[in-house]
T-cell receptor
Framework: GAGVSQSPSNKVTEKGKDVELRCDPI?????LYWYRQRLGQGLEFLIY????????KSGLPSDRFSAERTGESVSTLTIQRTQQEDSAVYLC?????????????FGPGTRLTVT | AQKITQTQPGMFVQEKEAVTLDCTYD???????LFWYKQPSSGEMIFLIY??????QNATEGRYSLNFQKARKSANLVISASQLGDSAMYFC?????????????FGQGTTLQVKP
């Protein structure tokens, strides 16, 4: 079946511009996650959506970052007034449920470059 | 404080030999899960193996096994019979169960290179 998809795959933007990244989770997966991976580093958690519960936004680095999810479907991550330190790969993942044992399936990521 | 520590930035292994990638973790949550992911140069994250904190036996998945030592808080990944395609970055990750946060906490990764 179809995996997690993300668009765009690459995005180059000028400092100060807003960007919107999109994630389509695996159908039927109630949980959705956004992570950021800087070059050569591990993944940093950004935000977690689980069903109709309030999202866990504890990983968002600043108020320039926000995310939305429509039901149990598509999610968008928005970065306003981009800065050079926002350059990274943004990875989306989804899982069947929110329990601790559920494997997270990752998308291919969006590589964001802020010039 | 680091919750997941991978002390080996880079490792080499000869093809067909076994290799152990180290991972130690820190949590006070009695319920947690430990995961290993592989990230080839293409960038995708591939799930390899899972170990739950209450699991009595070490997890195994094909050539992958997890050496889980709960008292030492270590969850080392063992890859047997290494193949050239195993060359990649490997990440250990933990998810804490009772906090209900859902997030995976990742280590910094270990780059594995398999030599022919």
């Amino acid at each position: 079946g179809a995996g997690v998809s993300q668009s765009p795959s690459n995005k180059v933007t000028e400092k100060g511009k807003d960007v919107e990244l999109r994630c389509d989770p695996i159908s039927g997966h109630t949980a959705l996650y956004w992570y950021r991976q800087r070059l050569g580093q591990g993944l940093e958690f950004l935000i977690y959506f689980q069903g109709n519960s309030a999202p866990d936004k504890s990983g968002l680095p600043s108020d320039r970052f926000s995310a939305e999810r429509t039901g149990e479907s598509v999610s968008t991550l928005t970065i306003q007034r981009t800065q050079q330190e926002d350059s990274a790969v943004y990875l989306c993942a989804s899982s069947l449920g929110g329990g601790v044992s559920y494997e997270q399936y990752f998308g291919p990521g969006t590589r964001l470059t802020v010039t | 404080a680091q919750k997941i520590t991978q002390t080996q930035p880079g490792m080499f292994v000869q093809e067909k030999e076994a290799v152990t990638l180290d991972c130690t973790y820190d949590t006070s949550d009695p319920s947690y899960g430990l995961f290993w992911y592989k990230q080839p140069s293409s960038g995708e994250m591939i799930f390899l193996i899972y170990q739950g904190s209450y699991d009595q036996q070490n997890a195994t998945e094909g050539r992958y096994s997890l050496n889980f030592q709960k008292a030492r808080k270590s969850a080392n990944l063992v890859i047997s019979a290494s193949q050239l395609g195993d060359s990649a970055m490997y990440f250990c990750a933990m998810r804490e169960g009772t906090s209900n946060t859902g997030k995976l906490i990742f280590g910094q990764g270990t780059t594995l290179q398999v030599k022919p």
